[in-house]
């Protein structure tokens, strides 16, 4: 069973949930990886429209081979409100319960969302990186915050993401002529690490492979498979 550490309560109030993302991000450390990972793993979390049901997945690949080593999910149920800037005190909860089902505890993860590019710089990958005590980091679809100039449009090209003069992230291109991804450290790594592993973890879709398959995975459970439950 994967552990993971105990940073404060999750039954808060929004006003505090600020208040403990601004004393958090004192805790940030964005640095190199210490040795090379074999195993990365994905994030995703999924909800029902006006509903307050909570699918969280984690896959753990091989880095190597991108072959899945293990799934674990769960459902449960959201007790914090959707407030933009603060979902993973609507999501963490979730998403370490699923951790604690994991029988291999990942070298890195990787999660459907932001890191330091955040208005707090504490997004879902930043905030559950020090839960977990692991490098984290995140892969958004969509930005933030944050401004960035287009990168050319050949896979594997980048920009920097800048937010109050602050590099916090980076654009980039996992496929030719689409759309980029918003890759930014979260905890343990650096942005560099981030943006290498995000193109290693390429299956050929824009989504790099640790977040696609555990969208996948949560859109199973969605649909009533509990394999990996």
Same mark, same amino acid.
């Given at each position: 069973?994967?552990?993971h550490?105990t ?21 940030i ?14 994030? !995703?979390?999924?909800?029902?429209k006006?509903e ?7 896959v753990?690949l091989?880095?190597?081979? =991108?072959?899945?080593?293990e799934?674990?999910?769960v459902?449960?149920?959201?007790t ?5 800037g ?9 998403? %370490? ?9 990942? !070298?890195?993860?990787?999660? !459907?969302?932001?890191? =330091?590019a955040h208005?707090r710089r ?7 990186g020090?839960w %977990?005590?692991r ?5 958004g679809?969509?930005v =933030? ?9 050949e896979?594997g090209?980048w ?11 980076a654009?980039?291109r ?7 991804v918003?890759?930014s450290?979260?905890h343990l790594?650096?942005?560099?690490t981030?943006?290498?592993l ?8 824009? %989504?790099?492979?640790?977040t ?5 995975f949560v ?9 990996g439950?």
């Open positions: 069973m994967a552990s550490l940073l404060h309560p999750w039954n808060v109030t929004p006003a505090e949930a600020v208040g403990l993302q601004e004393d958090l991000r004192q805790h450390m964005v640095q190199p990886l210490t040795s090379p990972p074999e195993t990365i793993a994905g994030c !995703d979390i999924s909800f029902n006006y307050e049901t909570v699918y969280a997945g984690i753990v091989r880095l190597d081979t =991108l072959e899945v080593v799934e674990a999910g459902i449960t149920t959201a914090f409100s959707y407030v933009p603060l979902l993973t005190f609507r999501e963490g909860p979730a998403l %370490l319960e699923a951790w604690e089902k994991l029988k291999t505890v990942p !070298d890195v993860v990787m999660f !459907d969302g932001h890191g =330091l208005p504490l997004g879902i990958a930043t905030h559950m020090l %977990l005590d490098p984290a980091f995140g892969c679809k969509s =933030l915050v944050g401004t960035f100039t287009e990168p050319a449009p896979r090209n920009s920097p993401m800048i937010h109050k003069g602050e590099t916090i992230g654009a980039l996992t496929k030719n002529k689409v759309n980029p918003f890759i450290p979260g790594i650096d942005l560099t981030a943006v290498d995000t193109l290693r973890c390429d299956g050929g879709y824009r %989504l790099p492979e640790p696609r398959r555990a969208h996948l859109n199973r459970l969605r649909k009533g498979d509990t394999e439950l």
